[in-house]
């Protein structure tokens, strides 16, 4: 599976888009970007997940790059409900394992 | 819609102590079943999964075995115990097209 690479950490106000990135410059043809998000203490939660076309679903929008070498996730109207850390994954269909990196913790501000 | 249930939500166990930790899945037939492990500070790791009655694959090798006697059904268990299974389980399930979904855990701290 490609490596992924994300920020730390980000902040975001309430009430304003959140778009966190996510870089996969290994990808290969035929590896889907996949975005979790965990909660504290939850198990994580699947948000999105796309190939090279743009999707959107009632969580999220997914942005991916011509070349599918980046990916940003955006939340178009942040809530305090959507502190948590954000895992980009990137791996093919039929694949078993999910691999989680570290992920960015992201902080919403009232 | 698809439910999935992992109990107990929290378990304290005394070194060398069996384990088991069971998880069901409601609302899909023959899915994917995903045993993960989440150290504290650390991201997840797979441990095992199964795509069928009796199929169980390791990903890692512990301390810990998995079973799955019912199609729904996916069992984590231990003969003996270690400081280091501590630990945040999660199970996980996947059906057809669909992504792999996560159930809320059960966090072991073992003494």
């Known amino acids: 599976d490609a490596k992924t690479t994300q920020p730390t950490s980000m902040d975001c106000a309430e009430g304003r888009a959140a778009n966190l990135p996510c870089n996969h410059s290994t990808i290969s043809g035929n590896e889907y970007v996949y975005w979790y998000r965990q909660i504290h203490s939850q198990g994580p939660q699947y948000i999105i997940h796309g190939l090279k076309n743009n999707e959107t679903n009632e969580m999220a929008s997914l942005i991916i790059t011509e070349d599918r070498k980046s990916s940003t996730l955006i939340l178009p109207h942040a809530t305090l409900r959507d502190t948590a850390v954000y895992y980009c994954i990137v791996t093919s269909w039929g694949a078993q394992k999910l691999v989680f990196g570290q992920g960015t913790r992201l902080t919403i501000n009232p | 819609s698809q439910t999935i249930h992992q109990w107990p939500a929290t378990l304290v166990q005394p070194v060398g102590s069996p384990l088991s930790l069971e998880c069901t899945v409601e609302?899909?037939?023959?899915?994917?079943l995903y045993w993960y492990r989440q150290a504290a500070g650390r991201g997840l790791q797979l441990l095992f999964y199964s795509v069928g009655i009796g199929q169980i694959s390791s990903e890692v090798p512990q301390n810990l075995s998995a079973s799955r006697p019912q199609d729904r059904q996916f069992i984590l268990s231990s003969k003996k115990l270690l400081l280091s299974d501590s630990g945040f389980y999660l199970c996980?399930?996947?059906?057809?097209?669909?992504?792999?979904?996560f159930g809320d855990g059960t966090r072991l701290s073992i003494l």
């Open positions: 609302g899909t037939s023959n899915p994917n």
């Open positions: 996980a399930w996947k059906s057809g097209e669909q992504p792999q979904h």
